[in-house]
């Protein structure tokens, strides 16, 4: 090998059923399944090329070199791709990865997601390697749980996994995007960092949480409650069971020690506005993630009104709007 490059273009998805705590730490397994819309409007897209002639990674985010510990994270990850796809543990040549999102990620929206997603195949690609898209998904749960989902557009459900060896912690598409015209809607609260990564304030409940075992509990019957509900395209249905995930997983967080508090005043006040909106019979509900953004999910016909409602909110400096996306592809050369 002298010089192979590839470029891959991944979404970011939110969960509708979130995943939120570990199985296995080492190969970031998850402790419960997950189900997620892959986004249209938050794009990934990374290059990755190795060069015999380098003697380090040089890894670009946006143009600016990562934190060390960001661009640790993104070697390892070149690491483990190199020892699946050529079944060696030989040090691999090394490599140059730029890799940009079409969203401030200075926003607090997570960029791990499409991220690892995009990785994946451009790794794969560059190494001469056709992945299965299963053997994408597995691969990108590696570099983050929540990347395992963005491999697939449209619906996608992660499956928690019964192997101790992860062979069966994969995503699988469920709905092409055009199967229900759904519009997420992220209004953005706070354009700082995160201060707890999802990380950090999965494993202090795990360990900290009287409420970690109830959520783990319940969340196998949400999945098949939201998967009954998408096949139904009822949308009441599956806004009460995003919600009931969303309020459970933040439930877990906060009661740890200490707790793990994401939410701002303005993230309160969307929730709020945006339960006013479904009792005056709109079709939308929220979810959060581990940050204090709020995510509107609707049917397509509700989507200027409830932008104009999350506008008026105060403390939403930003609203950005998406439909379901496409899983993570090639970008031709
Ligand atoms: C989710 N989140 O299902 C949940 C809900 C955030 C809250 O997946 O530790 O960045 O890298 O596997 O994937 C974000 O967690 O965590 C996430 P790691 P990740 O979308």
Redesign the pocket.
């Known amino acids: 090998m002298h010089n192979t490059q590839a470029t891959a273009v991944a979404h970011a998805n939110i ?1 509708l059923i ?3 705590g570990k199985r296995d730490d080492k190969l ?1 397994l998850p402790a419960t399944g ?1 189900l ?1 819309l892959t986004l249209d409007g938050l794009t990934t897209t990374t290059s990755v090329s190795f060069d015999s002639d380098l003697n380090h990674d040089c890894i670009k985010l946006n143009n600016q070199h990562p934190g060390e510990s960001a661009a640790d994270r993104i070697s390892a990850f070149l690491n483990l791709v190199y020892q699946q796809v050529k079944s060696t543990n030989q040090q691999r040549p090394y490599a140059q990865v730029n890799s940009h999102n079409n969203f401030p990620t200075a926003a607090g929206l ?1 960029s ?2 499409s991220g690892f997603a995009a990785l994946a195949l451009a790794t794969g690609k560059a190494l001469q390697a056709s992945l299965e898209p299963g053997q994408l998904s597995m691969l990108a749960r590696r570099g ?4 395992a989902r963005s491999i697939f557009g449209g619906i996608v459900e992660m499956a928690h996994g019964q192997r101790k060896d992860g062979l069966d912690s994969i995503a699988t598409q469920l709905h092409q995007p055009d199967y229900w015209n759904l519009k997420v809607l992220i209004a953005v609260t706070d354009a700082g960092s995160k201060k707890i990564s ?2 950090d304030g ?1 494993r202090q409940t795990m360990q900290t949480s009287p409420y970690y075992p109830a959520w783990i509990a319940g969340a196998q019957a949400d999945i098949e409650t939201a998967r009954d509900a998408i096949a139904a395209k009822d949308f009441e249905t599956l806004a009460n069971v995003t919600e009931f995930s969303t309020l459970k ?1 933040h439930a877990s967080a906060l009661a740890a020690q200490p707790g793990v508090i994401y939410w701002n005043a303005a993230s309160l006040a969307a929730m709020h506005s945006i339960r006013d909106l479904r009792a005056a019979g709109l079709p939308v509900c929220f979810t959060m ?2 940050g204090p953004q709020v995510k509107a999910v609707c049917t397509a016909g509700a989507t200027s009104q409830v932008a104009e409602c999350l506008q008026q909110v105060p403390g939403v400096v930003k609203v950005i709007t998406c439909g379901l996306g496409r899983g993570v592809r090639l970008q031709p050369q």
């Open positions: 969960a979130k995943y939120w970031n997950s997620s997570a791990s997601a983050s749980g929540s990347a999802s990380t999965m997983m993630d581990a």
